[in-house]
């Protein structure tokens, strides 16, 4: 089946550095694909829809600055923590509908330590 | 708005008994219902889905799903758990065919005992 890869799965940063993380839809393309964020025993929160070609579009609340999302190519998107700060710790999940069926893939997730 | 609401933050089952996990939404038109499957430290896999048409649905891995437009639920049932069906379950609501924009319940946590 349709496979949504996210890299890497788990990073450890210092505050104040950037990290980025990328998600891949490996055997379709994906013109569309979105970015959740989850804490600790809680749901998915959906952070910005990234859309390749243009810019992402953000949920309420969610600081574009803070979190950049660029969809460079129909099977990358990435999203780029900048400055982070320990409430930035989260769990990070993208996922990628295929366009002939509507389904909705998820990647492994992505776990963002700030220390 | 939508919104999604499962009311069992965890649930404890024997394994090979049944379970039911309880899902009711907010929507104002016809929803598309979702149910997922997180196992720890995984991203989410696809239990099932409802779009129209007959309102039990089948899935992968057993499991099943009524939608209740009356009752606004759509409650997961798999007739026998096995211990590898211990996970985080997300019921979601989403507003189109693509389901671009889901709208995820807090989550049921399983447990199952031998």
């Known amino acids: 089946g349709a496979v949504v890869s996210q890299h890497p799965s788990w990073v450890i940063c210092k505050s104040g550095t950037s990290v980025k993380i990328e998600c891949r839809s490996l055997d379709f393309q994906a013109t569309t694909m979105f970015w959740y964020r989850q804490f600790p025993k809680q749901s998915l929160m959906l952070m910005a829809t990234?859309?390749?070609?243009?810019?992402?579009?953000?949920e309420q609340g969610v600081e574009k600055d803070k979190f950049l999302i660029n969809h460079a190519s129909l099977t990358l998107s990435t999203l780029t923590v900048t400055s982070a700060h320990p409430e930035d710790s989260s769990f990070y999940i993208c996922?990628?509908?295929?366009?002939?069926?509507?389904?909705?893939?998820f990647g492994e997730g992505s776990r963002l330590t700030v220390l | 708005a939508q919104s999604v609401t499962q009311p069992d933050i965890h649930i404890t089952v024997s394994e090979g008994a049944s379970l039911e996990l309880r899902c009711n939404y907010s929507?104002?038109?016809?929803?598309?219902l979702f149910w997922y499957v997180q196992s720890p430290g995984q991203g989410l896999q696809l239990l099932l889905k409802?779009?129209?048409?007959?309102?039990l649905v089948q899935g992968i891995k057993g499991f099943e799903a009524e939608f209740k437009r009356s009752q606004s639920s759509f409650n997961l049932r798999k007739p026998s758990v096995h211990w590898s069906d211990a996970a985080e379950y997300f019921c979601?609501?989403?507003?189109?065919?693509?389901?671009?924009?889901?709208?995820f319940g807090t989550g049921t946590r399983l447990t199952i005992i031998p």
């Open positions: 979601a609501v989403g507003a189109n065919f693509g389901n671009e924009k889901l709208t």
């Open positions: 990234s859309n390749e070609g243009s810019k992402a579009t953000y």
């Open positions: 996922s990628a509908p295929m366009v002939n069926t509507g389904e909705l893939f």
């Open positions: 409802y779009f129209s048409g007959d309102t």
């Open positions: 929507y104002g038109a016809t929803p598309y």
